[in-house]
T-cell receptor, first 114, second 111 residues
């Protein structure tokens, strides 16, 4: 079982609030990712990091920001939540290498903005 | 046209059936192919990964890649109700660690 943890699992928050979704992994993986997933739809990459102090935006435009100060920690922040941010957010990690480097996912955070 | 196409289903089968799940893709640069299983309200769980064309077997699961047809499959033998989940295919080029996902196929195995 993958050792990657997301908190909270569920969050209901009002419009305009600032929120941080936490993601930590204990596998020593250098690469970490945030995906957004709506019901019945593909996973869309919103942010990724290839190491400490390295962050990039993904394919899906997002108003969120991320930081990578420690290898094991990759939090995602929304400065001002809106109902359009309602979705499931999935964190993943992987390691550098040739094979066996595929991503492991956390259990997800289901965010509802009211 | 999406890079990865996957029929969302649902696919409903009786217990014990052989299940075939498929994805097609358009990017010939894809070299690594993965299958994830996702239970309701959970994160995706890596089931199998393969490199380039060929077959790979793991217990009741067999992953098959046909690069000439840009077609990948996941076969599940002796399907069980506990196999009921959404199965996502994913793939990536050799020079990238970021996979492109299909939208997933919902599988229902009824007793």
């Amino acid at each position: 079982e993958a050792d990657i943890y997301q908190t909270p699992r569920y969050l209901v928050i009002g419009t305009g609030k600032k929120i941080t979704l936490e993601c930590s992994q204990t596998m020593g993986h250098d690469k970490m990712y945030w995906y957004q997933q709506d019901p019945g739809m593909e996973l869309h990459l919103i942010h990724y990091s290839y190491g400490v102090n390295s962050t990039e935006k993904g394919d899906l435009s997002s108003e969120s920001t991320v930081s990578r100060i420690r290898t094991e920690h990759f939090p995602l922040t929304l400065e001002s939540a809106r109902p359009s941010h309602t979705s499931q957010y999935l964190c993943a990690s992987s390691r550098t290498g040739a094979l066996g480097t595929e991503a492991f996912f956390g259990q997800g955070t289901r965010l509802t903005v009211v | 046209q999406k890079e990865v196409e996957q029929d969302p289903g649902p696919l409903s089968v009786p217990e014990g059936a052989i299940v075939s799940l498929n994805c097609t893709y358009s990017n010939s640069a894809f070299q690594y192919f993965m299958w994830y299983r996702q239970y309701s309200r959970k994160g995706p769980e890596l089931l199998m990964y393969t490199y380039s064309s060929g077959n790979k077997e793991d217990g009741r699961f067999t992953a098959q890649v046909d690069k000439s047809s840009k077609y990948i499959s996941l076969f599940i033998r002796d399907s069980q109700p506990s196999d009921s989940a959404t199965y996502l295919c994913a793939m990536r080029p050799g020079g990238s660690y970021i996979p492109t996902f299909g939208r997933g196929t919902s599988l229902i195995v009824h007793p």
